[in-house]
């Protein structure tokens, strides 16, 4: 793979509520927008409205490519129950070839 081709992959990350994360991934699998998300259980402490909250959430960490971005950020926006959700793109410097390949196979299937 070219090293303009692996550019085209990214890693986005979203936090949701517990009991939310699958259904999630799955929609944005069936929407070909990622190629895979790996759902983790995490503890988040932010700040929200002047007070400290600290909650359980799982971490969806997205593998989609720059091409899918916009239109998966819009998704993960409209399907989220929080004002303002955490959606962070994080480019793919280098990667095993293979597997970059596919991700970027994986969404460029047509519906």
Do not use: F
Request: glycine share 4%; charged share 25%; net charge negative.
């Amino acid at each position: 793979m070219q090293d303009e081709e692996k550019k085209k992959v990214v890693i986005v990350l979203c936090t949701v509520p517990p009991g939310m994360a699958h259904t999630i991934a799955t929609q944005l699998l069936d929407r070909h927008l990622a190629a895979c998300v790996n759902i983790l259980p995490v503890r988040s402490v932010y700040r929200w409205e002047g007070s400290v909250c600290d909650e359980p959430e799982d971490l969806l960490v997205i593998k989609t490519t720059s091409a899918k971005v916009d239109e998966l950020k819009s998704a993960l926006v409209s399907m989220h129950p929080y004002d303002i959700p955490e959606v962070l793109c994080l480019p793919v410097k280098d990667g095993y070839d293979r597997y970059l390949s596919w991700v970027a196979g994986e969404v460029s299937v047509r519906q």
